[in-house]
């Protein structure tokens, strides 16, 4: 089984991508970092993107260099992920979503469109992200120093619409945030939270379980 790929396509380094995969039109695949484009890069042999079996890369999308994709791999349209990010087997990234560099991304994972992923991020199997959800990863803009440090989302944890994440906090296994929640300090396993700032409440029987999102 070939690659379709849109005659479009600009790919730089040792980009490999798998058997049956399709990339459209206008799309950037191992797009040089910072460092290297202040070098001879053309010159250079760097790491690209690797990408597994069976992607559907849709238009608009750039991926950064140093950049490992699992199989069956799904974007949207105009979809940035940066360098030195892991993705693993079945995901789906939306339209307008951001990744920043040294990201994990686990398997089954479902980042909906205009989500926005700081740089050091963990998220973990079976996450689901809704629209507009924003992770941050520092404290203090501008007015002190922080270790740049995103958020950790556990196995199974449901991040609903327009919830915004702060820096460093911990979403368990399980957890459910209801749409538009700011959460501000670390969520328990198998909990619920809600508001702004977000209260932790218990989960309903009805939501304790996470077999739904394999397909």
Known sequence: MVCKIHNSVSIYGDTKIGDGSIVMENVILGYPSANLLKQDWEGLKFKGVTIGRNAIIRSGTVIYCNVEIGDNFVTGHNVVIREETVIGNNV???????????????????????????????IEDFVFLGPNVVLTNDKYPLRKDYELKGPIIRKGATIGANSVILPSVEIGEGAFIAAGSVVTRDVPPWSLAIGSPAKIRGLPDDLKTINKLKK
Do not use: A
Request: hydrophobic share 40%; no cysteine; glycine share 10%.
């Open 92 to 122: 789906l990234v939306g339209t307008n979503t951001v990744i920043e560099g040294n990201t994990r991304i686990g398997d089954y994972v479902s980042i909906q469109s205009n989500v926005f992923v700081p740089v050091n991020t963990l």
